[in-house]
């Protein structure tokens, strides 16, 4: 099995920052009825931009402008988060996979050899390429077992590194999480990895959530915004409401999840600047192919309906810009408009 690489000296000379973001929460809801619905928050100090884009099937990408790279045409359209017009922090692709980055600030990733034929995948094309390639979790973990590529990561918000680990879930609800520890790619999959929020690595927030079983949690539960407490509260009450709800009650009970780790606006700890606040967070309906969205200062959700768009090779690209509808709440399928696309951030 090939290593995934990185390619540690670009991260250097574009510097390290002074504090990294240790805020995000993911939340996968498994409902008896089918329903796989899952949530997430971005926390950050500062409000990050984010767009809405759909791309349908067809279009030619490329995971860097030049050298090594991926070149590749999507063969399903997708529904995505970009962050500062730039970057893919997330999305869902019409086939029902649900790919979610966070930040992992104890990421390390392994070092590209100088000189290979090791491809580079930049971060701001990552998401996309799992998306437009993949229909499930055993297509994106095969591929991931037999390819290697490296990755190239650009600061952004005053010089962070983008440090990150990943989460796909597709529409059986089976979740795929990816990381890498000391240089080290490791991959973790299962329907039970319903939780993943930042630090420590993957089996040592389960270590953590298991000490807290044996406490229980209907008395007492930690409370703090930290991600390992985040983690425990999550895990706690999404194997505590009803797995039998229908479609309305399934989403509110997930958004209601939601809601307990994320972190309230304007929110500061002293001494602790990764304690960020959550500036928006979604719900991917990956069997029913609705994507919401809300930001922390929104009064209510928008989403896009998939299934009430053309996504067929030589469909528009469309692109729905967030600032030019603030209030936004329903179905925002009329609000897209036709766009060339948004430029990665290399």
């Known amino acids: 099995m090939k290593i995934l690489k990185f390619i540690a000296a670009a991260a250097l000379l574009?510097?390290?920052?002074?504090?990294?973001?240790?805020?995000?929460?993911?939340?996968?809801?498994?409902?008896?009825?089918?329903y796989v619905l899952v949530g997430r928050t971005l926390d950050w100090r500062t409000p990050i931009p984010t767009n809405i884009y759909v791309y349908p099937q067809g279009i030619a990408k490329e995971s860097m402008p030049s050298g090594k790279r991926l070149q590749w045409t999507s063969k399903y359209g997708s529904v995505i988060a970009?962050?500062?017009?730039?970057?893919?922090?997330?999305?869902?692709?019409?086939?029902?996979?649900?790919m979610n980055g966070l930040f992992c600030k104890g990421t390390i990733y392994k070092e590209a050899i100088e000189g290979s034929d090791t491809p580079v995948v930049s971060l701001a094309m990552l998401v996309s390429y799992f998306l437009d390639n993949f229909a499930t979790v055993e297509e994106a973990s095969e591929w991931l077992s037999q390819n290697g590529?490296?990755?190239?990561?650009?600061?952004?918000?005053?010089?962070?590194?983008?440090?990150?680990?990943?989460?796909?879930?597709?529409?059986?609800?089976?979740?795929?999480?990816?990381?890498?520890?000391?240089?080290?790619?490791?991959?973790?999959?299962?329907?039970?990895?319903?939780?993943?929020?930042?630090?420590?690595?993957?089996?040592?927030?389960?270590?953590?959530?298991?000490?807290?079983?044996k406490i229980g949690g209907s008395n007492m539960m930690p409370g703090t915004v930290?991600?390992?407490?985040?983690?425990?509260?999550?895990?706690?009450?999404i194997h505590h409401v009803p797995d039998s709800f229908d479609y309305p009650e399934a989403l509110a009970a997930l958004s209601g999840i939601m809601g307990t780790v994320s972190v309230p606006l304007g929110y500061e700890?002293?001494?602790?600047?990764?304690?960020?606040?959550?500036?928006?967070?979604?719900?991917?309906?990956?069997?029913?192919?609705?994507?919401?969205?809300?930001?922390?200062?929104?009064?209510?959700d928008f989403w896009v309906d998939l299934g009430r768009l053309r996504l067929n090779p030589g469909a528009p690209i469309l692109k729905l810009d967030t600032a030019k509808h603030p209030g936004l709440t329903?179905?925002?399928?009329?609000?897209?408009?036709?766009?060339?696309?948004?430029?990665p951030m290399w």
């Open 14 to 34: 574009l510097g390290f920052c002074r504090f990294t973001a240790d805020a995000c929460s993911r939340v996968v809801y498994l409902g008896e009825k089918g």
């Open 269 to 300: 700890l002293s001494g602790e600047p990764n304690v960020s606040s959550t500036q928006w967070r979604s719900i991917a309906d990956a069997t029913g192919g609705k994507y919401y969205f809300k930001f922390a200062t929104s009064t209510g």
């Open 149 to 213: 590529f490296g990755v190239y990561g650009k600061t952004f918000d005053g010089g962070t590194v983008s440090t990150l680990h990943w989460a796909l879930t597709d529409r059986s609800g089976e979740t795929l999480v990816f990381e890498y520890t000391d240089g080290k790619l490791n991959t973790y999959r299962g329907k039970d990895l319903q939780v993943l929020t930042n630090d420590p690595p993957l089996p040592q927030m389960q270590a953590i959530e298991a000490y807290w079983e």
């Open 330 to 343: 329903g179905c925002a399928n009329d609000k897209l408009e036709k766009t060339k696309g948004f430029t």
């Open 226 to 237: 930290r991600s390992a407490d985040r983690f425990v509260r999550a895990s706690f009450f």
């Open 82 to 98: 970009v962050g500062y017009d730039g970057g893919v922090t997330e999305g869902m692709n019409e086939a029902g996979l649900v």
